[in-house]
T-cell receptor, first 113, second 113 residues
Framework: KAGVTQTPRYLIKTRGQQVTLSCSPI?????VSWYQQTPGQGLQFLFE???????NKGNFPGRFSGRQFSNSRSEMNVSTLELGDSALYLC????????????FGPGTRLTVL | AQSVSQHNHHVILSEAASLELGCNYS??????LFWYVQYPGQHLQLLLK????DPLVKGIKGFEAEFIKSKFSFNLRKPSVQWSDTAEYFC???????????WGAGTKLIIKP
């Protein structure tokens, strides 16, 4: 079974731009979670989607948004990029419930200049 | 605020030594508990999880963890580490099954051959 894939793997943007990251979950998984990983903060939860509905959202500003499509693929968008948005963005998929194992993708490394 | 603490950010051990990594969380309600591991150059992957039943859970590669509710702890143990256990270990907690994982800052474990 193919794993979680994320595209692109690397991105370089400048302040003020916007960016869209994509995540394809494992086949059959309906839940997708997004995390921001930085050396100082560790993994911070962004949001979780299930069947095209956001079930929970972390403490990030409204510049961070996401969506999920009917095939469970998910995208996250960051508008008006700031230097502090530089991070590794991880996507994880799971079957459905909060006790299910999350399977992680390789991440998208975003650098904001 | 709900939080997860991992007491040691860096641990260096020799092969065959015993390992215990601490994890504490601040929440008095129902929790689901996870340990994830990231080996060098690999994705995050599940080591073990607890959501009910026997508080002593066994995971892959000889790891185990014990949930002690009265201490709000979920410490990871391995009786005899190997060089291949060199990795970063993360404790994560889901509180009240709300589809959000809160993560500890991680512990970097280095095993000297």
């Amino acid at each position: 079974k193919a794993g979680v894939t994320q595209t692109p793997r690397y991105l370089i943007k400048t302040r003020g731009q916007q960016v869209t990251l994509s995540c394809s979950p494992i086949s059959g998984h309906r839940s997708v979670s997004w995390y921001q990983q930085t050396p100082g903060q560790g993994l911070q939860f962004l949001f979780e989607y299930f069947s095209e509905t956001q079930r929970n959202k972390g403490n990030f500003p409204g510049r961070f948004s996401g969506r999920q499509f009917s095939n469970s693929r998910s995208e996250m968008n960051v508008s008006t990029l700031e230097l502090g948005d530089s991070a590794l963005y991880l996507c994880a998929s799971s079957l459905a419930t909060s006790t299910d194992t999350q399977y992680f993708g390789p991440g998208t490394r975003l650098t904001v200049l | 605020a709900q939080s997860v603490s991992q007491h040691n950010h860096h641990v260096i051990l020799s092969e065959a030594a015993s390992l215990e990594l601490g994890c504490n969380y601040s929440y008095g309600g129902t929790v689901n508990l996870f340990w994830y591991v990231q080996y060098p150059g690999q994705h995050l992957q599940l080591l073990l999880k607890y959501f009910s039943g026997d508080p002593l859970v066994k995971g892959i590669k000889g790891f185990e963890a014990e949930f002690i509710k009265s201490k709000f702890s979920f410490n990871l143990r391995k009786p005899s580490v190997q060089w291949s256990d060199t990795a970063e270990y993360f404790c994560a907690v889901n509180m009240d099954s709300n589809y959000q994982l809160i993560w500890g800052a991680g512990t970097k474990l280095i095993i000297k051959p």
